[in-house]
């Protein structure tokens, strides 16, 4: 058993990933509805703060930065720290390799609130947000046209004490979604797993998310 403090605090107990999680991975329709790995993540932990029995529900109510940051745990006790990548450059199609530790990823701490207000600069309407957990990555998944609308939506809990809707936040003025944004952003807390490295051949830029790398969890595979 492995003990970790997540980056909301709580202390978290896993156990290793084994061929049931690596099923669970590699099955696409649950990959593409979320329910991979969330059951993975039911499968291997074992204990959050004082709950000895953790239910879909409570794994649900992690908030999003914890959720990553287990999934990069049960990856390092697993399978070690190091990640071997293979990036394809985007403008020169060229391969380029590079190596990640994990354990050097930043993990920034979240604060004790949960809720904040933010008076927008252009409407003046009054923002109350939150975080994501993993109820709303969930129906986040659900969506069939995920848009920069439905991703701020999703951790909006009020505006001007009205509980939101789609309309109000699209017809907002783009200073305004870009302000919200951009608060939003600077609460966040979690896992850092974005890799962003100049291409040896041609000096583009390449980004990634770590998670989002076939390597990530399967690097034997290719
Ligand atoms: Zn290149």
């Given at each position: 058993?492995?003990t970790?403090?997540?980056p909301?605090?709580?202390?978290?107990?896993?156990?290793?990933?084994?061929?049931r999680?690596e099923?669970l991975?590699?099955?696409?329709?649950?990959?593409?509805s979320g329910?991979a790995?969330?059951?993975?993540?039911?499968n291997c932990?074992?204990?959050?703060?004082?709950?000895k029995?953790?239910?879909?529900d409570d794994?649900l109510?992690?908030?999003?930065?914890?959720?990553?940051?287990?999934?990069?745990k049960?990856?390092?006790?697993?399978?070690g720290?190091?990640?071997?990548l293979e990036?394809?450059?985007p403008?020169?199609?060229?391969t380029?390799?590079?190596s990640?530790?994990?354990e050097?990823?930043?993990v920034t701490?979240?604060?004790?609130e949960?809720e904040?207000?933010?008076?927008?600069?252009?409407?003046?309407?009054?923002?109350?947000?939150g975080?994501l957990n993993?109820?709303?990555?969930?129906?986040?998944?659900?969506?069939?046209?995920?848009?920069?609308?439905?991703?701020?939506?999703?951790r909006?809990?009020?505006?001007?004490?009205?509980?939101?809707?789609k309309?109000?936040i699209?017809?907002?003025?783009?200073?305004?979604?870009?302000?919200l944004r951009?608060e939003?952003?600077?609460?966040?807390a979690?896992i850092?797993t974005?890799?962003?490295?100049?291409?040896q051949?041609c000096?583009?830029?390449?980004?990634t998310?770590?998670?989002?790398?076939?390597n990530f969890?399967f690097p034997?595979?290719s």
């Amino acid at each position: 058993m492995y003990t970790f403090t997540l980056p909301s605090g709580q202390e978290i107990e896993l156990v290793e990933l084994t061929g049931r999680e690596e099923e669970l991975l590699t099955n696409q329709r649950l990959i593409k509805s979320g329910e991979a790995i969330n059951q993975v993540l039911l499968n291997c932990i074992k204990r959050i703060g004082e709950n000895k029995s953790p239910k879909l529900d409570d794994v649900l109510n992690l908030l999003s930065g914890d959720r990553l940051f287990i999934l990069v745990k049960l990856r390092q006790i697993s399978l070690g720290d190091t990640v071997e990548l293979e990036l394809i450059c985007p403008a020169c199609k060229q391969t380029g390799f590079i190596s990640v530790n994990l354990e050097d990823l930043a993990v920034t701490p979240y604060s004790t609130e949960r809720e904040f207000t933010f008076k927008l600069p252009g409407s003046k309407k009054q923002i109350k947000f939150g975080y994501l957990n993993g109820h709303k990555e969930k129906q986040l998944v659900l969506l069939k046209e995920p848009s920069l609308t439905s991703a701020m939506l999703a951790r909006i809990i009020s505006v001007d004490g009205k509980p939101p809707n789609k309309k109000v936040i699209t017809e907002l003025p783009m200073r305004d979604r870009s302000e919200l944004r951009r608060e939003m952003l600077k609460v966040d807390a979690g896992i850092d797993t974005e890799v962003e490295v100049i291409c040896q051949w041609c000096g583009s830029r390449l980004k990634t998310r770590l998670e989002a790398e076939p390597n990530f969890l399967f690097p034997n595979m290719s």
